[in-house]
């Protein structure tokens, strides 16, 4: 392989699966689900970023560590669609847009500003996984929100900080890469993204 002759892949990561190719601790294995059971990826290939075992949606893979690293420190934009426990309030939008405070690692962070928005309609989203307890206490609500950079669990920590603790979360899209009409599991060669 070239160089600049590096493979790229979108994938509808699916709830419950680990954001790793596979894990090389057995007892894990035997418990977790990996990426590497979705496609037969080529050597050298990397997850670019992370969503968490409970969170779906579009996950970005490349053989390009610097592509990979880009993405990661250069505040590409990261949107995601998140359904509330609750219904959300004017008052903690604009609190999620200035910024809130969350734990990481062991102290206190105020996150960026951030774009977030009320959803009135959805596009069509797979049925959620069964295990996610959706609607069993109160109504819920869904927000569209846009961050730019990537601590660990911060949107559902920012969700959490005004109150609406998130149920779902699904990453829509990553710079002007979308994850479009994958369903889940599906993966897809892609060109080099430019962001």
């Excluded at 149920?167 to 369903?183: A, C, N, Q, T, Y």
Aim: net charge positive; charged share 25%.
């Amino acid at each position: 392989m070239l160089e600049n002759d590096h493979l790229h892949f979108k994938i509808y990561k699916p709830f419950g699966m680990l954001s790793q190719l596979h894990s090389n601790d057995a007892k894990e294995s035997r418990n977790k689900r990996f990426l590497g059971e979705l496609y037969n990826f080529p050597d050298g290939i990397m997850p670019i970023g992370r969503l968490d075992e409970k969170s779906e949606g579009l996950l970005l893979l490349t053989t390009d560590g610097k592509l990979s690293n880009l993405i990661n420190r250069s505040g590409v934009e990261k949107e995601y669609y998140a359904q509330l426990d609750g219904e959300i309030t004017n008052e903690a939008i604009e609190l999620l847009q200035i910024g809130v405070e969350i734990g990481f690692h062991g102290r206190k962070y105020i996150t960026k500003s951030s774009q977030v928005q009320r959803l009135s309609t959805l596009p069509a989203l797979p049925e959620p996984n069964n295990k996610l307890r959706i609607g069993r206490h109160r109504p819920t609500s869904w927000i569209s929100i846009s961050i730019t950079e990537g601590k660990f669990r911060q949107v559902r920590k920012m969700t959490a900080a005004v109150g609406f603790p998130t149920l779902r979360l699904i990453r829509m899209r990553i710079g002007d890469v979308r994850l479009k009409e994958l369903s889940p599991g599906k993966v897809t060669p892609i060109k080099e993204p430019s962001f």
